[in-house]
């Protein structure tokens, strides 16, 4: 009895239309993309001129010295702004995604469900988020011609934090 070979099949090999990018200050992927910085910010994933994006997945990695606290952020007490998550252009916000602004690690599970993971231990913490929007709302669509952008706000300075990285998975 043989056993089957699994290969990869060339269709399934990243294209030149599909997006693994970063969310970051610039909305290209450049720029700052730890986004652990000393004051507010928002980052964004912004498709250019000519360009749509149809956005599948986010993926978040954040590091810190302790997220089992479900009363706070990390190892930090709640924020007191916290983390909003919208599509807009010029003129405002097209879709709000968090209704509730997030303030604590645990509420991360109103987007991504039980794909919303803690892994606790010595040292650093990491903290998992998986938010397949097509389980929820649907693919996101982003229009270059008519400057919508995926922008991630953190009301908060997350300066406490180790790291946080959000990647951005779709297709150009």
Same mark, same amino acid.
């Given at each position: 009895?043989?056993?089957?070979?699994?290969?990869?099949?060339?269709?399934?090999?990243?294209?030149?239309?599909?997006?693994?990018?970063?969310?970051?200050?610039?909305?290209?992927?450049?720029?700052?993309?730890?986004?652990?910085?000393?004051?507010?910010?928002?980052?964004?994933?912004?498709?250019?001129?000519?360009?749509?994006?149809?956005? =599948?997945?986010?993926?978040?990695? *954040?590091? $810190? #010295?302790?997220?089992?606290?479900?009363?706070?952020?990390?190892? &930090?007490? +709640?924020?007191?702004?916290?983390?909003?998550?919208?599509?807009?252009?010029?003129?405002?916000?097209?879709?709000?995604?968090?209704?509730?602004?997030?303030?604590?690690?645990?509420?991360?599970?109103?987007?991504?469900?039980?794909?919303?993971?803690?892994?606790?231990?010595?040292?650093?913490?990491?903290?998992?988020?998986?938010?397949?929007?097509? =389980?929820?709302?649907?693919?996101? *669509?982003? $229009? #270059?011609?008519?400057?919508?952008?995926?922008?991630?706000?953190? &009301?908060? +300075?997350?300066?406490?934090?180790?790291?946080?990285?959000?990647?951005?998975?779709?297709?150009?």
């Amino acid at each position: 009895m043989s056993i089957p070979r699994l290969t990869q099949l060339a269709e399934n090999t990243p294209k030149e239309n599909h997006l693994f990018q970063l969310v970051s200050s610039v909305g290209d992927g450049t720029g700052v993309t730890d986004l652990i910085g000393a004051a507010p910010a928002a980052y964004t994933i912004t498709p250019g001129a000519g360009e749509k994006f149809t956005l =599948k997945r986010l993926n978040m990695l *954040e590091v $810190d #010295g302790s997220f089992n606290n479900a009363a706070g952020y990390g190892a &930090g007490s +709640a924020l007191t702004n916290g983390i909003t998550i919208t599509v807009e252009n010029a003129e405002g916000v097209i879709v709000n995604y968090t209704p509730k602004p997030i303030k604590t690690t645990f509420e991360w599970a109103l987007l991504a469900g039980v794909d919303s993971a803690v892994v606790g231990g010595a040292g650093a913490d990491p903290h998992m988020v998986r938010w397949t929007f097509g =389980k929820g709302c649907g693919d996101i *669509e982003l $229009d #270059g011609d008519k400057g919508e952008f995926f922008k991630v706000d953190f &009301g908060d +300075a997350m300066s406490f934090m180790t790291s946080i990285h959000i990647l951005v998975q779709g297709c150009k």
